[in-house]
């Protein structure tokens, strides 16, 4: 395999290879060996009954310790921190939409996101969090044990301390399983990034109110419920180094089925359609050849898009739109704030076309351009849109393969669950997650798409900025097949 960019590689010991006997051990473990499934929902239905938050939309006029300057028109919060919205201009020669300009959030700062791992009788578990976020459509999810912004966990609210941060401020005595920065929502964000971090202890770690020791293998049958596990924790989780042969011999990849297909394809022995050094160049080919010209600029020169006094919307109503809340929580660092936030117009659909190529489960990835992206162009889903703003535009800025999905029989999807984006800046936004498998064909050659293997995917994310977060989710959905029946 070429040598890839370590500027931001995951850093694991030299005891790296047993990592992943020891996913594998997790994996398979469903039952938990601190908690099982009937004890996991006892918990976390108390919790939802203990975890106190309203939510109340509001004017943006109404927000309180954020301002809009006068000039730009930009929102900002009074300390200079956490975010602010501000406008951004796309420009796209040759595209099926050859520009425009919108609403963005402006997060410069990096946060991080870090699970807690421990081995209980060698089986390993991650300390999860019951989190309340004022964006989430149901309140409670399972979070990641540290889920922070900078602005956050260094206190900028006054509020209370972070739990557990001090694992991932500190690693010196802990193992490093996972530390990589990784993007946001290139639609929404510009430009942001996050730590996503794992780390394992050997200590005793006090069991806080609000947090559970769970298995992978118990994760990922939470992976089934619709809006449980939160956007944070899939991200996480997809930054595993969930690949290898020790991986694979463990999860007994025999027979002939999807489960035993995507197995093999979590290993490097296998092979793929694609060898690693042509996927590289073939992503930074479409990053040279993609003409994509971006600029921030002040939120009142957005075009198409005005101010009703509640909400900043697209004159078509389509999209998206900027809007505020009160909140006031319990359990938080904070107990009441107002915020803005960004609320999707529709339900998405973010899919993954799979396909069986010579025994090796293989993705259909598009390197799409997106307007928040640090480098033009990231992997994401085959399918990543909300399909109802599309349903006036012509034939040809209809997204690829959407049909597909959409038209997909029951018995070809192999993953199906309405799961949440990051609720901390977006509200009820939720997408229907789909895994569908198809015959891989001559319709499926397009010069922005192409079909790789699970272990290529999980061998990039072990550096920034090459898979995007709806495809980070997918690829955690997809990982949560593996332990199932073949």
Known sequence: MPDLPTTAATLVRADERRIPELLAGSVLDRAGGHIGPGDFWSWFT???????VEVEPIPLTALSGWARDFDSG?????SGKFFSIEGVDVRVPGGPVGGWSQPIINQPEIGILGIVVKQFGGVLHCLMQAKVEPGNANGLQLSPTVQAT???????????????????????????????RQSEQGSWFYQKRNRNMVVEVTEDVEVLDGFVWLTLGQLHALLAVDDLINMDARTVLSCLPFSGVGLVDALVADGTGFQAALVRSCGPEAGGLLATGEVLNWITDVRSRAEVHTRMIPLRDVRHW?????????????????????????GREVQEWTQPMIRPIGEGVVAFLVSRIGGVLHVLVH?????????VAELAPTVQCAPENYEELPAEARPRFLDDVLAAPPERIRYDVTLSEEGGRFYHARNRYVIAEVEAGPAHEHPDFRWMTVHQLVELLRHSHYVNVEARSLVACLQ???????
């Open 150 to 180: 900078r602005s956050n966990y260094t206190q900028v609210h006054k509020g209370l301390a972070v739990p557990y941060l001090e694992y991932f401020r500190d690693t010196s005595r802990h193992r490093v399983i996972t530390d990589v």
């Open 367 to 375: 390197a799409l351009v997106q307007p928040g992206c640090l480098d």
């Open 480 to 486: 949560s097949l593996s332990g199932g029946e073949s």
């Open 74 to 78: 930009n929102i900002r919060h009074h």
């Open 46 to 52: 108390g919790m939802g009954l203990r975890s106190f």
């Open 306 to 330: 005005h101010n009703t006094g509640n909400v900043l919307a697209h004159d078509s109503g389509r999209f998206f739109e900027v809007m505020a809340v009160r909140v006031r929580a319990e």
